[in-house]
């Protein structure tokens, strides 16, 4: 369903509504369609904040989501395989709506999701931060005294996560992920997770962009590894402009943090349901995914 915005050349999709078909699962963000061995995944305009689904949509923020990682997919495809198997040819009777699916849309391979979050940090912000107030430590491992906020970290730290279906993931320690999927295949994706921190850290910095942490999911098809989901959004990760890095409090950031900011200062209680957002936090939201987008891959969203 697409509906139209204050600008007439600009449509969001809200949700898909494909005749005599039904997702699967629609998420915060994603629909998500069953066919057979494989998956359309479908990223939507929806946004979330503080685990509830806001009204208003943003402009092309699910055309961000799916081409920003179907970037980084192929950037790193030579660390580890990933899912995607086209974002152009969709069977019958989706390609009927290419309108609706060219540009947000992946058709993947069907994976047995990790149940683990794969989380990286090379800076201390966050659910991390907090933890390491409180302990000193994030996720079991122990940090030098006296990091600020927003500190960078000596080395990157992998730091995994539970799936939590509703409200917030939860930080685990390596141990306790390793419990959940065994410890051959936990030492792998740390390891894999890692790499794809660092790589693409290391591109992102002379571009303007800092990478201060990731989350990467992982599902094996035939006991191989694949990276699924979603590679380095701007919902995934935390991007900060490196022009503007101050450490010692929170960073500016390439995401919703217009929304949750405008929410802060509505004294909104965080309950269902959420509040309309006004036009301009619309605007600003839509341009910080779009700037990430243009800093990151070195061209606009087309």
């Known amino acids: 369903m697409f509906s139209v915005s204050a600008t007439p050349a600009m449509r969001v999709l809200r949700e898909t509504q494909f005749a005599g078909l039904s997702p699967a699962a629609r998420g915060k963000v994603r629909d998500i369609y069953d066919l057979g061995d494989q998956l359309l995944i479908v990223a939507t305009d929806r946004l979330s904040a503080f685990d509830v689904i806001l009204p208003t949509p943003i402009p092309d923020k699910g055309r961000v989501l799916t081409q920003l990682s179907l970037f980084w997919f192929n950037l790193l495809n030579d660390v580890i395989p990933n899912h995607v198997l086209s974002s152009t040819n969709f069977p019958s009777p989706f390609n009927l709506h290419l309108d609706d699916l060219v540009g947000r849309s992946m058709i993947v391979r069907k994976t047995r ?81 890692l790499e794809i921190y660092r790589r693409a850290a290391a591109y992102a910095e002379p571009r303007g962009v800092i990478l201060a942490d990731t989350k990467f999911e992982f599902g094996l098809l035939h006991n191989d590894l694949l990276w699924i989901d979603e590679a380095l959004t701007p919902d995934s990760s935390r991007f900060w402009p490196a022009s503007q890095y101050n450490p010692g409090g929170p960073q500016p950031s390439f995401d919703k943090q217009f929304v949750r900011d405008y929410l802060e200062r509505i004294r909104w209680p965080k309950t269902p349901p959420g509040p309309e957002l006004p036009p301009e936090v619309v605007a600003s939201t839509r341009a910080k995914y779009r700037e990430a987008y243009r800093l990151l891959t070195g061209r606009e969203l087309d």
């Open 113 to 193: 999701p990790l149940p683990i979050e794969c989380v990286v940090r090379g800076y201390v912000s966050g659910s991390g931060w907090k933890d390491y107030q409180a302990t000193g430590k994030i996720c079991g491992i122990t940090l030098p005294a006296g990091l600020r906020e927003s500190d960078r970290l000596p080395e990157p730290i992998f730091t995994p996560a539970t799936k939590a279906s509703t409200g917030h993931d939860e930080n685990i320690s390596f141990e306790q992920a390793a419990a959940l999927i065994g410890n051959d295949l936990a030492e792998k994706v740390r390891a894999v997770s």
